[in-house]
């Protein structure tokens, strides 16, 4: 069957679909919803909970009103139960005040905000009791109702075909594919939806396991470059200023095994904020320059690859930075420069990732914070050279057993010592009405040469968060501290003006940088001492830790401080990890508890191969099931093992290209 052949769906549809890249009937049953509507449980006003995602049943008490506040449409209903009252609220959605009428009964769905008055923003809403939904990702001009009935159309004519073993389906408790497929689009009952979800969500993990394990072998069964390494290793300690710590040392010489094997490197470092990776990916560049070839270093943000260049400079005199607010003039020196071999170092962000950047003999990638980047990123870098060793960074600590399952692919090293003498970083909660006292002692330990950074979940005031902006606050700490100098830096600045931002914030000349997330990635200003977050309970534990990892990097005591007004059950809970634990690896494990796995695969940034929305509800236990199954493909027949693998490769292919070029 083809999409052309089903009802409604014509060729301006079919173009709309391909935007969602739905090409076929098999990508649309693979389309999964990103949510649910689901009403079948209904729940009181009284009995709902800040932050929670809820639906209650509700009687409209007067009709809508509409209002026009800071170049919004914002539209607000007062509904009630037998419990008590709330508000509904949309913005910029004008057409709602035709749909919302006094006396009428509505059902509505979305997240409580219980911060003034009892709020539902945005909800989605029904004049009917509907029990479960599905809502997709869309394009304009393409109704949910429209994929809802397409899908409904093709699971009513075709049959989805089982290639799993049934043997494995009994022993892994899995329900079939197509109950799946048809129970993941239209359950009944949310224990359908579960079970559809686990065995989805085991088929994912399951392909993706198998794929790593094929990149695995074809990695270390495809020829490198076999790098000198006599001596090397001593020399370079011997050039470091400090003692490195033992865990530093011991992935050092993990790292030089791998680099004097004729096989290719494909290498994760994993460590805490702070414990010194960049000095192993440095030795690891030094090994490459020592032995004629040219190193490359991939980093996040301009930020980061302006701080590595800087550090690394020192050490590597001929290193070019290569980011995309280099002038012309300047970009055209530094790719003649690159591809003459005259940089044995180049540094930079995406932009090296340019078919523009030439290289006369790349032989190892480092890429820090991998996170960040997707599988096709790392692919197309790697392209660059002629298989060169890869070396892969990461600063967001995740349980080891959960590392050695998803990292399949890497041989993994884990820095799981802090440099000596490094103290531990004090954490402390602020109530609103210490936040004065607060920034006047962060001023006077301006006074003193000292440095803060204060982090804001948004820039600029947005409807439904209570909380000040970047702005606000700038205009709040101003107005209380007119002597200290105080900056702000946020995503959608100009990259030269971020740049000069933070040389000041470097040099002194600011004092205290107010910020988004964009400091949360490996910036270090040793001179900063304290890190203040406001609305700290609107992060997630890992961007906290990785937050208050922005000091301690000095002799100076460093402290943190979480700021939150009224939190919720959830983020009361992440504070009270903050307060009482330092260990990233700790911090991981309650993170896990917490929200489940997240996006812990990296994948979703590739560009191909994504992993699906259906994986962020994977357990650990689904993730250990199919790692055990994928090392099971090899025992089946030569028939179903070749068809496994085919069809690992083909939904994760970037694995077998990795492995291949």
């Known amino acids: 069957m083809q999409l052309s052949d089903l009802k409604g769906i014509g060729p301006k549809r079919i173009e709309l679909l391909k935007q969602l890249n739905i090409e076929s009937t098999d990508d649309l049953l693979r389309f999964y919803p990103r949510e649910y509507l689901d009403d ?69 769905t979305a997240i409580v905000n219980k911060k003034r008055g009892t709020v539902l923003y945005n909800p989605q809403i029904s004049k009917e009791r509907r029990g479960i939904v599905p809502v997709y990702q869309t394009v304009k001009g393409l109704p949910q109702t429209v994929i809802r009935d397409a899908i409904d159309a093709v699971l009513s004519t075709t049959e989805v075909t089982e290639y799993l ?153 001929n290193a070019c930075l290569y980011t995309g607010s280099l002038s012309k003039a300047e970009r055209t020196a530094a790719l003649h420069r690159i591809e003459s071999g005259e940089a044995d ?26 996170h960040r980047f997707g599988v096709m990123q790392r692919a197309r870098m790697e392209e660059k050279g002629i298989r060169p060793d890869v070396l892969v960074m990461s600063a967001t600590p995740i349980p080891r057993t959960l590392a050695l399952l998803i990292y399949a692919d890497l041989d993994l090293s884990i820095v799981d010592e802090l440099p000596k003498g490094r103290k531990p970083i004090q954490t402390y909660y602020v109530p609103n009405t210490r936040r004065k006292d607060l920034y006047r002692h962060l001023a006077e330990n301006a006074a003193h040469g000292e440095r803060a950074y204060v982090v804001c979940p948004l820039i600029e005031e947005t409807e439904g968060f209570e909380g000040l902006s970047l702005y606000e606050l700038q205009k709040e700490i101003s107005a209380l501290l007119p002597e200290t100098p105080i900056g702000i830096l946020h995503g959608q600045m100009p990259d030269d003006e971020k740049q000069k931002t933070m040389q000041a ?29 406001e609305g700290a309970d609107h992060f997630g534990l890992a961007t906290l830790h990785q937050l208050r990892g922005r000091v301690g990097r000095g002799e100076v005591q460093s402290c943190c401080y979480l ?25 991981a494990q309650k993170d896990l508890e917490m929200r ?21 509800g994977c357990t650990v236990e689904i993730l250990e099931l199919a790692a055990q199954a994928a090392k099971e493909v090899r025992e089946l027949s030569d028939i179903m093992h070749n068809a496994l693998l085919e069809r690992a490769e083909e939904r994760f292919r970037i694995f077998d290209h990795i492995a291949r070029n």
């Not at 523009?356 to 990638?365: M, S």
């Not at 914030?505 to 977050?533: H, K, N, Q, W, Y």
């Open 505 to 533: 914030f470097r040099t002194g000349r600011i004092a205290i940088l107010i910020a988004t997330t964009v400091i949360e990635v490996g910036v270090d200003v040793p001179e900063a001492t304290s890190m203040v977050i």
């Open 345 to 370: 170092l180049v540094i930079g962000t995406h932009a090296m990732l340019s078919n523009t950047v030439r290289f006369r003999d790349l032989g190892l990638v480092v890429t820090d914070e991998q």
């Open 165 to 317: 073993p049934d043997e494995w389906l009994k022993r892994y408790r899995l329900i079939d594919i197509h109950h799946a497929i048809r129970e993941v689009h239209f359950p009944k009952t949310t224990e359908q939806l579960q079970d559809a979800k686990r065995r989805l969500s085991f088929e994912e993990a399951f392909l993706y396991f198998t794929a790593m394990q094929s990149s695995k072998e074809n990695h270390r069964l495809t020829k490198g470059y076999a790098f000198r390494t006599e001596g090397l290793l001593d020399a370079f300690l011997r050039s470091v200023s400090f003692q490195p710590t033992d865990a530093q040392k011991r992935v050092m010489r993990e790292v030089e095994s791998d680099l004097s094997k004729p096989s290719v490197m494909n290498r994760l470092i994993q460590g805490d904020v702070g414990s010194g990776k960049t000095l192993i990916a440095e030795y690891a560049l030094s090994v490459a320059a020592n032995n004629g070839k040219q190193g490359a270093l991939l980093a996040p943000t301009e930020i980061l690859a302006e701080q590595h260049f800087q550090t690394l400079k020192r050490h590597f005199p």
């Open 596 to 616: 489940g796995m997240g996006d812990l695969f990296g994948i979703r940034q590739s560009g191909a191969g994504e992993l699906n929305e259906i994986l962020s």
């Open 563 to 587: 700021l939150s007004d009224h939190p919720s059950e959830t983020g009361k809970q992440r504070i009270q990890a903050m307060l009482t634990c330092n260990d990233g690896f700790e911090i």
């Open 40 to 108: 079948t449980h209904c729940q009181k006003i009284s009995e709902l909970k800040e932050g929670q995602k809820a639906t209650v049943c509700v009687r409209v008490l007067s009709d809508a009103t509409i209002f026009y506040h800071q170049r919004k449409y914002i539209v607000s209903a007062r509904v009630a139960d037998e419990s008590g009252k709330a508000t509904l609220r949309w913005m910029n959605q004008p057409y709602r005040m035709q749909q919302i009428h006094a006396g009428e009964t509505l059902y509505a």
